[in-house]
């Protein structure tokens, strides 16, 4: 797990993915998501059971682009 | 031949003495015995007319007691038959609606029990071909072909937005 601490009032970012990602790839995410990456809290969590993908949780919200999320959903 | 006198005098007396003791003692009883029979047989023709006469009377009011029986016999038996073929129909109506409610109900049923196990399949079917694809991605996606989903992922987030 990596972490870009700057102060514990910041919010987290938290991206789960099967393989591990870097510093700048969090910040891309974050930026892409039009978050200042600054101003975050950014953690990348090894899932083993996510295929193929990531998933991003930021204050609840949750953005799952895994395969198989999309595999869940058309099961649904 | 000599005529006496006499004698034809007295025959005619002995013959008015035996015609007056006939005719008394005879002729009268018999007379009446004739009328009294002769009456009889007239109360007994009487009597028979009036009975014919009572028996006719009897006849019709028989006939017509009878007619008015059957009149009222048959309206009773056309009463009941309507009655019948009225209570008849309504049962016939009563059943057909029932077994179309039935039909309309196990109809409903076998359809909702149809849709549940169609609904069944389609998700043990997705669930099969999605565990089958699980397993098929996570035994043969290399790290290289996932770094390469995740960073196509990181180019697309610019049209995801989380609220701040």
């Known amino acids: 797990m990596k972490a870009n601490t700057f102060g514990s ?3 987290t970012l938290v991206v789960e993915s099967v393989i591990p990602l870097s510093d700048a790839e969090l910040r891309q995410i974050s ?3 039009g978050l200042d990456p600054n101003q975050l809290t950014l953690v990348n969590q090894k899932t083993a059971s996510l295929i193929g993908g990531m998933r ?3 204050q609840g919200q949750v953005l799952d682009l895994s395969l198989e999320n ?6 649904e | 031949m000599e005529i ?4 034809i005098l007295f025959q005619i007396v002995n013959f008015g003495i035996i015609v007056a003791v006939l005719y008394k003692f005879l002729y009268k009883p018999i007379l009446k015995i004739l009328d009294q029979r002769s009456q009889k047989v007239s109360q007994g023709l009487q009597a028979a007319e009036a009975n014919l006469k009572a028996q006719e ?3 019709d009011k028989v006939k017509s007691e009878l007619k008015q029986a059957q009149s009222e016999a048959s309206k009773v038996v056309k009463s009941a038959k309507t009655d019948a073929e009225k209570q008849a129909q309504e049962i016939l109506a009563k059943a057909r609606e029932e077994a179309g409610t039935i039909v309309a109900k196990e109809r409903a049923s076998m359809e909702a029990s149809f849709a549940q196990e169609k609904k ?3 998700a043990d079917f997705a669930a099969m071909v999605t565990q089958t694809t699980k397993e ?3 035994t043969y996606l290399t790290d290289s072909e996932q770094k390469k989903i995740i960073d196509h992922q990181i180019k697309d987030l610019k049209n995801y937005h989380f609220q701040a």
Request: proline share 7%; hydrophobic share 45%.
């Open chain 1, 9 to 11: 009032a910041n919010p």
């Open chain 1, 31 to 33: 930026l892409n998501l």
């Open chain 1, 56 to 58: 991003i949780s930021y």
């Open chain 1, 70 to 75: 999309k595999l869940n959903r058309i099961r």
């Open chain 2, 4 to 7: 006496l006198f006499p004698q």
């Open chain 2, 57 to 59: 009377e009897l006849d």
């Open chain 2, 120 to 122: 069944q399949m389609e």
């Open chain 2, 136 to 138: 098929l991605l996570a």
